[in-house]
């Protein structure tokens, strides 16, 4: 049974494909925009600022996006977050070739703007995966989506911290432009296979039309009444929580404990990234009975890890504990995420999704905000053992309720009516 085997369905091999190509763009984007906030401000605390308005836009815009995945074709929603933030970010670039050093205040627009476009994406796709495939090959689907998640952006790493590094010595200007334009053509690529998909309507059994926020008010009801959902969103809000500051440290210790280049934050995440993508695309071996005991522990295991890079200041001793919580993440996120798109019906999943990434990203803008007083006050050491302690004990809390503990994997046997979207 392999991951690739999901691609015989034309509907999720478009997805998957566009998915791809975007994280791909994404990946060049996202550490070099960090990278570019350190180095035009030379502020660890706005790193964390930049970070948190990222993250905002979730919390904010994040019930109104699970309202309408729930509503509207999920295509059309994908279509345009794919357009608009690929519209965006050419501006972005063109704007950033006649300055030499970017205003605060720019980056933070960008920062909140692109996010804003990607919220409604998020839920949409997540929502839109259990009508392109049947059930029974749900697992593979989430492998082969989860690898893609992370084959890609250490792709896009392994750019960024060669050949884009050598760039950044000869023109910073230059390196920011093509990193940008780089995920600019990702998006629009991406879109040119999300047109492809056929219409994702969610399968509704209520026909009489809402108010926004009464739709949402009825999804808050299905996720009450659901123990481990509600405990799910709890632990994963306080796992967001704690490792939130991690970004603001990370580029704090590349200035202090390493040579401050893009290329080697880049380096470090591709250990990340190797890891994820082994584990990933071996997940469809690993099925545990109990997902809710997989997520908790191997999300454990990754606040170890976190809490053992505060004595790790030898780079590949670092890179080494990025490797082994790569490793970790996938075998605690695809069973979880295989057992809700499972268990919760079509006309409710986007607004789920919406509920986990608005409150779980609403913790981590707090602590992105609150990551450069923190590394101010108690230095990286220190912040390393607090986000990973509590990221162990956020997780290991998780296994003191029965709900959520004895949760077991239902069945994915096909069933008449399981039939996947067809292009």
């Not at 060669?162 to 760039?167: I, K």
């Not at 990702?186 to 969610?202: D, E, G, T």
Request: aromatic fraction near 14%; charge should be positive.
């Amino acid at each position: 049974m392999k991951p690739t085997d999901a691609l015989k369905f034309p509907a999720f091999r478009n997805l998957w494909l566009g998915q791809a190509i975007s994280q791909f763009g994404d990946a060049c984007y996202y550490v070099i925009f960090m990278f570019m906030v350190k180095k035009a401000t030379g502020s660890d605390a706005m790193v964390g600022f930049v970070g948190a308005l990222e993250a905002l836009p979730y919390l904010l815009f994040g019930p109104y996006a699970g309202v309408l995945a729930d509503r509207m074709d999920r295509k059309k929603i994908m279509l345009l977050s794919d357009l608009v933030s690929g519209g965006a970010l050419v501006v972005f670039a063109i704007v950033l070739t006649s300055m030499n050093n970017p205003p605060p205040w720019l980056m933070m627009t960008m920062a909140f703007s692109l996010s804003t476009f990607r919220c409604f994406f998020t839920p949409a796709k997540s929502a839109a995966i259990p009508s392109v495939v049947p059930p029974d090959y749900l697992v593979r689907a989430n492998a082969l989506s989860m690898t893609a998640q992370n084959l890609m952006p250490m792709l896009g790493l392994a750019i960024a911290a060669g050949v884009a590094g050598q760039l950044y010595d000869l023109s910073p200007k230059a390196f920011y432009f093509w990193m940008i334009t780089i995920n600019a053509a990702s998006f629009f690529v991406s879109a040119v296979y999300i047109a492809r998909l056929p219409k994702l309507m969610p399968d509704r059994k209520d026909s009489k039309p809402m108010k926004a926020m009464e739709d949402f008010r009825i999804g808050m009801g299905f996720i009450r009444k659901r123990r481990d959902i509600t405990v799910y969103i709890a632990m994963l809000t306080v796992f967001r929580l704690m490792v939130s500051p991690f970004f603001v440290v990370y580029m704090a210790v590349n200035d202090r404990w390493f040579d401050g280049k893009p290329g080697t934050v880049a380096w470090l995440e591709f250990a990340f990234f190797l890891g994820m993508v082994i584990s990933s695309w071996k997940a469809t071996i690993f099925q545990p009975k109990k997902p809710g005991q997989s997520f908790a522990l191997f999300l454990a295991v990754v606040g170890v890890t976190v809490a053992a890079m505060a004595w790790s200041q030898n780079f590949w001793l670092f890179c080494f504990w990025n490797f082994v919580a790569g490793l970790a993440v996938p075998l605690a996120d695809i069973p979880i995420m295989t057992y809700m798109q499972i268990s919760i019906p079509d006309e409710f999943r986007g607004r789920v999704n919406s509920v986990l990434s608005m409150i779980a990203t609403g913790a981590m803008t707090i602590g992105m905000a609150a990551g450069g007083s923190l590394l101010k006050q108690f230095g990286p050491e220190t912040v390393f053992l607090i986000m990973g302690i509590g990221m162990a004990v956020a997780c290991l809390g998780g296994l003191l309720d029965p709900a959520f503990r004895n949760i077991r994997m239902p069945s994915t046997d096909p069933t008449p009516d399981a039939v996947p979207a067809r292009s």
